[in-house]
């Protein structure tokens, strides 16, 4: 007895699903790559479990030197230190621009308050906003 068969197996196939998942994976990287913190710095940052939405364009970051007991302050996480009497026109400079000037400040555990109130006049002075950024508990 011969069947035949009526109808052929086609030996094409489709890409649309390759590209589909190709599409998936680099909307993935695209999203994760936004995550990546810029701040280059060793910071042990304070824990806190409030969280702020609001997304700042520039960096400040205090350094406590403990065998000197002196601070470095980094703009955007730039490994050269900038001088307190500098961080103000930096931050004009960078923030002018802005439609709503915001900017983050990364401060080490054991960097006082007076410091980083220090720099938060710097923000009043100029009208910007300032994120105190800190690791979650």
């Not at 939405?53 to 205090?62: E, L, N, P, W």
Request: hydrophobic letters at 40%; aromatic letters at 8%.
């Amino acid at each position: 007895m011969a069947l035949k068969r009526t109808t052929k197996a086609e030996p094409n196939f489709s890409m649309s699903s390759m590209t589909d998942i190709v599409f998936l994976l680099l909307i993935f990287f695209l999203v994760t790559s936004t995550l990546v913190n810029p701040n280059a710095l060793k910071l042990l940052l304070p824990k806190s479990t409030g969280q702020v939405s609001a997304k700042a364009t520039v960096s400040v970051s205090i350094k406590h030197h403990l065998d000197t007991d002196t601070f470095t302050y980094h703009i955007n996480g730039d490994e050269a230190p900038v001088p307190f009497s500098r961080v103000e026109d930096e931050l004009v400079g960078l923030l002018q621009n802005e439609e709503d000037p915001t900017f983050s400040i990364y401060a080490d555990e054991t960097v006082p308050i007076k410091v980083v109130v220090e720099i938060m006049n710097i923000a009043k002075r100029n009208h910007y906003k300032v994120i105190m950024a800190t690791r979650p508990e």
